[in-house]
């Protein structure tokens, strides 16, 4: 969409900052988006993530990931209106497409990633309670959910594409039934693979950081 974006702060509160997104051939705003915020205030920084062709751009609440297309800024609706919504339906007398974020109401939604090759976000629940983490790929703009992993007794969940998309691991830490120590533990998905097998790798002592080798 040949888009960049600006942070913009309409007065010194959270709840009144918001993101103007310019269309550089154009020169001007094609819109302007308030800034998603947490139950304590702002969000953590990026608000807006793009998806790797640039068509789609995403961003969550608490209990919701919004997920708008670049050319007009409007919120994708379920997968059976797609056709009315890119105008390959006609739509009916009155008929109007109301978009729809893809809900995670039941167990909320702490933090999301887009595959750097493909259209595909990765959602990340985190356990509450008795209720374990899970891990959610879902295709856009059809919703299909690709995988869904259910992680028990972990903490600490950070994503790490590989730069090709082939591979997404999930890092954690494992706690014991104690919950006094844990180990750290990587969740490897193979994307290209049918139904996306899951390999799991359980490193000990303290894990600092992780890295893909670029190719």
Not at 6 to 24: A, D, G, M, P, S
Not at 55 to 63: F, G, I
Not at 148 to 158: I, L, N, Y
């Amino acid at each position: 969409a040949n888009c960049v974006s600006i942070r913009k702060l309409k007065k010194q509160i959270f709840r009144n900052c918001v993101t103007n997104f310019f269309n550089k051939k154009k020169n001007k705003v094609p819109e302007s988006l308030p800034n998603p915020h947490g139950e304590n205030g702002e969000a953590e920084f990026p608000h807006f993530l793009w998806s790797a062709d640039g068509k789609y751009l995403a961003r969550m609440s608490n209990k919701y990931l919004y997920v708008m297309e670049t050319e007009k800024f409007r919120l994708l609706p379920t997968a059976n209106l797609l056709d009315k919504f890119n105008g390959k339906e006609k739509l009916g007398k009155d008929e109007k497409i109301k978009g729809e974020p893809l809900s995670f109401k039941e167990q909320g939604i702490e933090g999301f990633s887009w595959s750097p090759k493909d259209n595909i976000v990765a959602v990340w629940q985190e356990p509450k309670g008795d209720v374990p983490g899970r891990l959610v790929l879902t295709e856009l703009p059809s919703r299909r959910q690709l995988q869904v992993r259910t992680q028990f007794q972990v903490r600490d969940a950070t994503q790490y594409w590989q730069s090709e998309g082939d591979y997404l691991a999930l890092m954690v830490t494992r706690m014991s039934k104690s919950g006094k120590s844990g180990k750290c533990a990587l969740e490897i998905f193979n994307m290209r693979k049918h139904d996306i097998p899951v390999d799991t790798l359980a490193v000990d002592g303290e894990v600092k950081h992780f890295a893909w080798e670029p190719r």
